[in-house]
């Protein structure tokens, strides 16, 4: 038995003989919060669904703890918190009489149905709007209702689909905290496209493109795929290249407009200090040295990208 | 499980004032037939005079307000049930029930059941006041139970397709409109057959059904076919979506 809490195994799913998800397979185990990340249309919802048993995959599996999700839908549901893109609450409903009905349809028991609604409530910050009716909330709010909704009966694996759109960043902060919160103890799986999110709250990262996986591991990867080894120079009276390729450790020099270079530099080696002193002494005019990143953004047209001329 | 599906539709009917005008509307117009009811037969009775032409005070008034019940339940139950499941389609609310722990049967017996119940009450309501009658006479319980048995069976038949229509569109109002005129349908169907009375498709009638029960007779034929009827449609209900969660 082995300790994974989700296990997708070549998940495929067909929509009229296009494929809007392609043999995807990942594991996550306990206390690992995985970010999947993708462009629109990219079969993010698609995957979700599936792994919810909200929608049946055309081929492949899904298990939950062990349990197969086609075989044992029940048990394997009774694992899972799932907040879907649209927020199903229902706003006619006060947000107790929601929680409270959430909490039964998960099977907790009559005698914890009360302390769980007061702990979902408790945790996503809601204490205060028990008797509101759902419809009146603002958005922020209904979205706590949506994720308390998920986490009511302690599932084992909380599956969020963009859970900070239309919120504001201060609500997108306490969410984000939140989010963190619940994957010390649950295992979570959230999508977004915002990418500074999945760098802040995610261990592991998916990207997802045209229904296929182009990138699975751990954020450090993509975080030191991100930092390079290079640096940004601004000079008023930039050099030519070869002057500054003579410098120990600096392996590419590019020039760019306004005077600007940037420098590639070997692994292991801090060439920042020698520039200084080259372009001191040679009157280069320096007026800016910088470590140059790639934004996360860019990794990740890279990856998408990469796929796209690998098709074509 | 079902129990908690019930419970949930119960709930957000009288959370809005659709439940709740139905309701008092209703019971409006049934207490007015009754009022109605026992008036007439005072009417009509002190000019029979031969023990042949009087008919029992439970039927005479039973008749009244049933034969009314029967013909305004098709059009309360269509705008009950039209929400049931298309509203859930539309705000997308689906998903809630899909991701718990609940198979999907469970899901349409559960709506169904709520219905059910809620209409029940109606029916209950009615006995009562009928029962009220033997203060001042004899009745004829037995009557006023096989009238509600078949009323019972008779709701719950309209609920079936009701469910089964709400299921097919994300319109409510359109959810409606199908099951009020295939409801309408099958109540008169054997009115085309009237010169035929033996045709097969006349007795697929609702209505045909349901007269025996009104005559204060209990027919397991016909409560056969009140059953079926049910698990004919919460069976097309359960698979309509499952489809759902096949083709997505």
């Known amino acids: 038995m082995n300790n994974y809490t989700v296990e997708a195994i ?117 204490s205060h709007m028990s008797k509101r009716l759902i419809e009146n909330l603002s958005n922020g709010y209904q979205q706590r209702v949506g994720i308390a909704q998920s986490i ?104 760019l407009p306004n005077g600007q270079m940037r420098v590639r530099f070997a692994e292991d080696s801090a060439p920042a200090e020698s520039i200084v002193q080259t372009a001191v002494k040679n009157g280069w005019g320096l007026y800016q040295i910088a470590p140059d990143q790639t934004s996360l953004e860019d990794v990740f047209v890279q990856l998408t990208y990469q796929e796209q001329e690998q098709a074509a | 499980m079902i129990i908690n599906v019930a419970r949930k539709e119960l709930k957000s009917m009288f959370s809005s004032p659709m439940g709740w005008v139905i309701l008092s509307l209703l019971m409006f117009a049934f207490g007015t037939y009754y009022l109605n009811g026992v008036n007439d037969y005072f009417a009509v009775m002190s000019g029979a005079m031969r023990p042949a032409e009087r008919t029992g005070v439970t039927q005479f008034v039973g008749q009244t307000v049933y034969g009314f019940a029967s013909f305004i ?19 997308q609310t689906l998903p809630f029930l899909f991701s718990a722990p609940i198979s999907l049967t469970e899901i349409v017996i559960g709506k169904f059941l709520g219905l059910v119940l809620f209409l029940s009450i109606l029916i209950v309501y009615i006995g009562l006041m009928l029962s009220t009658l033997n203060i001042w006479a004899d009745i004829d319980f037995g009557y006023i139970v096989a009238n509600s048995i078949g009323m019972l069976l008779m709701v719950a038949s309209f609920s079936a397709l009701g469910l089964y229509f709400s299921s097919m569109t994300q319109q409510p109002v359109v959810a409606a409109i199908l099951t009020f005129i295939a409801l309408f349908a099958l109540m008169f169907l054997d009115r085309f057959f009237a010169g035929d009375p033996s045709n097969t498709l006349a007795s697929l009638s609702l209505t045909r059904h349901f007269q025996s029960f009104a005559s204060g007779l209990i027919d397991t034929a016909d409560i056969i076919y009140f059953v079926l009827f049910i698990a004919t449609f919460l069976t097309l209900t359960v698979r309509r979506l499952d489809a759902d969660r096949l083709r997505g």
């Open chain 2, 73 to 91: 339940v098709l059009f309360a139950v269509p705008l009950l049930s039209m929400r049931l499941i298309s509203e859930e389609r539309r705000n």
């Open chain 1, 152 to 255: 009511i009966h302690k599932p084992m694996v909380v599956i969020l689909d963009e859970p900070t759109v239309g919120l504001d960043p201060i609500q997108i902060r306490d969410i984000r905290a939140l989010i963190r919160e619940i994957g010390s103890d649950h295992s979570v799986i959230l999508s977004t496209h915002i990418l500074p999110e999945v760098e802040m709250v995610c261990d592991h990262v998916q990207i997802i493109d045209k229904g296929k996986l182009v990138f699975n591991g751990a954020i450090d990867v993509l975080k030191k795929q991100r930092i390079g080894n290079k640096l940004l120079i601004g000079m008023r009276n930039p050099p030519a290249v070869e002057a500054m390729l003579s410098i120990p450790d600096v392996v590419e020099a590019e020039s």
């Open chain 1, 10 to 126: 070549e998940l495929t799913r067909l929509y009229g003989g296009r494929e809007a998800v392609s043999n995807v397979s990942f594991t996550l185990s306990k206390g690992q919060v995985l970010g999947f990340l993708g462009p629109n249309g990219a079969g993010k919802s698609t995957t979700m669904k599936m792994l919810t048993g909200n929608l049946a995959p055309s081929q492949g599996s899904v298990k939950i703890c062990g349990i197969d999700m086609i075989e044992n839908p029940k048990e394997a549901k009774a694992l899972i918190g799932y907040l879907p893109e649209m927020r199903p609450l229902y706003k006619e409903l006060t947000v107790d009489e929601y929680l409270t009905i959430a909490a039964r349809l998960h099977r907790v028991s009559a005698k914890h149905i009360k302390p769980a609604v007061e702990e979902a409530k408790e945790r996503c910050g809601l």
